[in-house]
């Protein structure tokens, strides 16, 4: 009978036939070439609690009354199933294989890995050198490499050509630089206001200088000024004369709100003096400035 139990044989007993069907036939494990050939060697035999090994699939089985079942329980795991970021393939055995498909996006160097939708990826390859990641929502993936955010500003430097302009004595007066030696922006007005309008935010670091015709024999007091939107912001280093002529400059850093601040150089000259000007020549009379940070 099946499930006999196990008996331990001594020298002498005699083996009967039901110990052969129940002791060694039923609890040894049987070698088949494959499950046909065990169903066909086991038809009128099967018992519960049988064991087999097939050669084809080398899968060990035992039978549990009504069918083959691994040996590890029937219904224990019958498949492995691909979810988000992973795939299979062989999911019912004999040896499932599987693949985390975010590691095999992923082809260079470099390469990153980022989400374009609910439980979905891209690969993003690797960018220029001294490139940064930066958010674009019109990209596919609302990231990309870019270059980074301009670090430069406006910088420019103008002067007064070609002729002297006339002040009236003891008067702050807007100095018309009418040339420019560079403007990167366009942002000086060299023609109209005499002004430094920026296109960009930030700290500015401005300097100013004027020369004046004097011609007098009294002491004479030049001055300059960086006036802010219309209003003094520094005052610089005065000049006294008593000869020709007379220097004066001025420097400073200066927040400025771009398009909506601007910059001015005035001068000032004491009255008293027979000639009351300021000298062209681009070392003479300049205004300068230079982006330098937000």
């Keep these: 009978m099946a499930g006999a139990g196990y008996k331990l044989f001594q020298t002498g007993d005699v083996l009967t036939a039901a110990q052969v069907n129940t002791y060694l036939n039923e609890q040894t494990v049987m070698v088949f070439a494959s499950s046909a050939a065990r169903t066909s060697a086991l038809t009128s035999v099967l018992a519960e609690g049988m064991v087999s090994y097939l050669q084809d699939t080398n899968a060990v089985e035992v039978y549990n009354g009504s069918a083959w079942v691994g040996v590890s329980g029937a219904g ?96 702050w007066t807007k100095v018309q630089l009418n040339a420019e030696t560079f403007d990167t922006d366009s942002c000086f007005d060299s023609t109209t206001n005499y002004r430094f309008t920026p296109t960009k935010s930030g700290y500015y670091q401005l300097s100013g200088a004027l020369e004046g015709e004097i011609q007098t024999t009294s002491t004479v007091i030049i001055r300059t000024a960086i006036y802010l939107n219309g209003s003094v912001a520094a005052q610089g280093v005065r000049g006294l004369a008593v000869g020709d002529e007379a220097c004066s400059s001025v420097t400073d850093l200066i927040y400025m709100n771009g398009s909506t601040d601007y910059v001015e150089l005035y001068g000032f000259i004491t009255a008293g003096a027979v000639n009351e000007n300021f000298i062209f020549g681009t070392t003479k009379t300049f205004f300068t400035g230079v982006w330098i940070r937000s």
């Design 76 to 171: 224990d795991v019958t498949e492995v199933q691909a979810g988000t970021g992973i795939s299979v393939a062989s999911g019912t055995g004999p040896i499932p294989v599987v693949t985390n498909t975010m590691a095999t996006a992923i082809d260079a160097e470099g390469d990153l890995i980022i989400g374009d939708a609910a439980d979905a990826f891209q690969r993003l390859a690797i960018g220029s050198n001294t490139h940064v990641l930066t958010v674009d929502t019109s990209v596919d993936g609302k990231i990309k490499w870019a270059a980074p955010a301009g670090s430069s500003g406006p910088a420019f430097r103008a002067f007064r050509n070609t002729t002297t302009q006339n002040v009236t004595g003891s008067t």
